[in-house]
């Protein structure tokens, strides 16, 4: 668990971060969320200490990290940056090395760490051996993240780490993040200025505008209950009930039983999916098919409103 | 493959360096027929191989000594807290290299009597500059998200120095290093002027006793003594940059350099570039 507890961070007059409080539970995926110079970036850097804050506590599993060792505080703490912060000189192997060793694991301990994390963030086994410059934009992301996990820290900061991406490659990522996620359940503290990669991705967002916390909710609750009229221009403006309709699955809304013919929809894509499939073919209603690829029935469009 | 193997200067100028060091006494008849006038025709003082080996030993001295005040002024200028010495480190470096070393030679002998210590200290004043320079444009070229990264993942200062900073400065640092080692070689031939034992020994004594074929002798030992010595520079340099090499990238075959100042430019290009 981090506890914010009034924090704030200013530079000389300028008051970067204001009053900061709020708590990411254990395993939660928070988003933090804002437009530029909303002092997202400074709030994540004050986690690791990378900045110090001005005043307030943050505190992780009660501890408060300002009495806890700087070393210490950040093995335990996976960290990645949009631009990767690859070690060019190293293999990707020794990228994702850095921490076990810098904790002294023995070698095979290391090698089979690697090659276990290689695999989680789908890549070949045989690109340990590469440099950073050989990858892509997207592999070298990968690497990124394989290497904050490297050590099995409980938490992980991520700044905008697909900002930097095509949107091809973005989207791929954060689906594969998602995955990742399912799977290691970290605690994710998770900056984007990319409010459909925070309602995508996370299960609490915090808005932020100029240092200042505007709302801290689930997705659902942002999308319904917006705190303010600029949260809710933030969020979608006018597209806001389709965001709150790509919250929800096809799955949910399922008929099983005859179905009409035609290409199926995924149940685990998003309504608005749907509904965009609905508009294109002019249908009402339209087949669903299951994780296995059979028919498993249908979603009408009076679904939409439910 | 071969053709490239051909390509390598060392291969050659190594057998041709060691040919003039030890074999200088088997052009006699070549000097005695172009400088008839000179008496013996190869200079008589040391061996050519005693003088290179003092003169080499004096560069290596007051390298070493300036790569050591160099590296660490440089490490210095660039830390936070060394944010303020930088200027005064730079200021003093240009002056220790601005000054004329002969004027240095003339200003410690006096203190420090004559032979290899004046020229010791003449040398390493001048060697510093070039050495701090590139140290600082390295450091300052190592990438911002790669060094807040390492911070990030919890490398202590030291660490990141060690296993970050330096090795990935190390190409510009090293062409420093090869300019000051460079120019010290030419420059270490005036000690010969204060009695340090150098291959200036000869230059010098042809100069004052008006004998053209021992000043050609000495200064052919030097330059080659330089080229053959950049040449390693330049084999070292790209074993330290060969990660960027791998994959479909190479390094093109013998690319070498006679002098440093092109290391130097290069450097700091690419120093800027971070």
Known sequence: MIEL???????????????LSFTVEDGAFCAIVGPSGSGKSTSLRMINRLIEPSAGTIRIAGEDIATLGLTRLRRRIGYVIQSGGLFPHWTVEDNIATVPRLLRWDEARVAERVRALLELVRLGHETRRKYPHELSGGQQQRVGVARALAADPEILLMDEPFGALDPLTRQALRAELARIQEDARKT???????????????????????????QYATPQEILTRPASAFVREFVGGA????KLLAQRRVRDHLHPGAAPAGEPVAQDAPMSEALSEMVLRGAELLPVRDAGGRIAGSVALADMLR | MSARRYRDPLLWLAPLFAFFVLGMPALRPVFAWAFPAVEPPIYAGDTFL?????HAALVAVSSFASLVLGIGAGIIATRRWGHEFRAILEALATIGQTFPPVAVLALAVPALGYGALPTFLALTLYGVLPILQNTIAGLAGVPEPVREAAEGMGLTQAEILAKVELPLAAPVILAGIRIAVIINIGTAAIGST?????????????LV???????????????????LTDACFE???RRLERYKASGARRDPPGGWQVAGFGARVRAKVSGGSG
């Open chain 1, 239 to 242: 597209a806001l009930g389709l």
């Open chain 1, 188 to 214: 994710i503290l998770f900056v984007t200025h990319d409010i459909d990669e925070a309602l995508l991705l996370a299960d609490r967002i915090a808005i932020l505008r100029d240092g200042r916390l505007l």
């Open chain 2, 235 to 237: 084999r070292l340099r």
């Open chain 2, 194 to 206: 204060v009695g340090a034992v150098t291959l200036g020994a000869p230059i010098i004594g042809g």
């Open chain 1, 5 to 19: 507890e009034g924090v704030s961070r200013s530079y000389g007059d300028r008051r970067v971060v204001e009053d």
């Open chain 2, 209 to 227: 006793g008006d004998k053209t074929s021992y000043v050609i002798q000495g200064a052919i030992v030097v330059a080659l003594f330089a080229i």
């Open chain 2, 50 to 54: 005693a003088l290179w080996l003092f």
